[in-house]
Structure formats: C-alpha cells, structure tokens
C-alpha cells in the first residue's frame, strides 16, 4: 500500500508516494536521490544512515519514511552552508579523520547536532554524542579531536 509523503530534505520540499514499509533511508536514497546516508547495518546499530529530523539524530534505516511526513530533514549534504563545508566536515579533513569514509557522513550529523545544542562540548560530551557512530577504520581519536576543533573554530 502506498501512501503520500510530504517532507523538507535539506531545505527542499519533496512531495512522494511511498509504500508504509519503506525506511526512511530508502526514500532518501532511491526516491530523493541523495545518497550520503549509508546502509550499513540496516539494524540501528552503527550510525551510518545517521540523519537529522526536525533537528535530532536518527538513524534513517530504522525510521519508517510515512514517520517523518510533514516534518524537516537534513543529511550530510545539508549541513553545510552557503556551499561551504560545515566546520566538522573541515576539521574531519583536516585531522584524518576520514579514511574509507564509510561512517563520515553519520558522525558528520551526529557532530553537527551536537555542536547545535552544545556548542562548547567537552571530550566526554563528543565521545557520547557519537557513542551511536561506529568506525571501523580510525580508532576515533581523530574524529573526536575534529570535532572538539570544529567547535573551538566555530567560537
Ligand atoms: S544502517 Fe542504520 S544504524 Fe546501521
Ligand atoms: S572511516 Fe572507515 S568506518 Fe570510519
């Protein structure tokens, strides 16, 4: 069974049929084209599909889409600005925090959201936000230093 599906991606508004089962990062993927949020797990577990609705982190593969009708996402490309990289993603750059880049695009929202809310974090606070982000490849430190100099250059 399909249903409408009324949302705002990244400041645009998409007006979808999607069938109730469907996860909301399928519609992002297959039918809004953006494929920035990954399919890792498909089971809430690593934080790859990681996407902010209406200004929280989710995780997008479990996440029915009918569930975010009428409300505000933004993925990794929307975080930015103006064209501009968000200051984790340039800090992220920076520091080597990106390697496969396979979790970049989920730690990038979990960050963001987290520098929203709390704009000066301790280390403590970042390693909590991104508890939800796994990374097979870095070791986190890296990430967790670009984000506390994401904050630090946002100041
Ligand atoms: S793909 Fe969604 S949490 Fe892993
Ligand atoms: S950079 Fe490879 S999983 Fe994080």
Not at 61 to 81: F, H, I, N
Request: aromatic content about 2%.
């Amino acid at each position: 069974m399909s249903h409408p599906l009324d949302l705002t991606v990244n400041g645009v508004r998409a007006q979808l049929q999607v069938a109730v089962h469907r996860s909301l990062l399928s519609v992002l993927r297959e039918d809004v084209g953006l494929t920035g949020p990954k399919e890792g797990c498909d089971d809430s577990e690593c934080g790859a599909c990681m996407v902010l609705l209406d200004g929280e982190p989710v995780n997008s593969c479990s996440y029915l889409a009918v569930q975010a009708d009428d409300r505000e996402v933004v993925t990794v490309e929307g975080v930015g600005s103006g064209g501009d990289l968000h200051p984790v993603q340039r800090e992220l750059l920076a520091a080597g925090g990106v390697q496969c880049g396979f979790c970049t695009p989920g730690v990038v929202v979990s960050a963001a959201a987290l520098l929203e809310g709390t704009p000066d974090p301790d280390e403590e606070q970042v390693r909590r936000a991104l508890a939800g982000n796994l990374c097979r490849c870095t070791g986190y430190q890296k990430i967790v230093e670009a984000v506390l100099r994401a904050a630090a250059s946002s100041r």
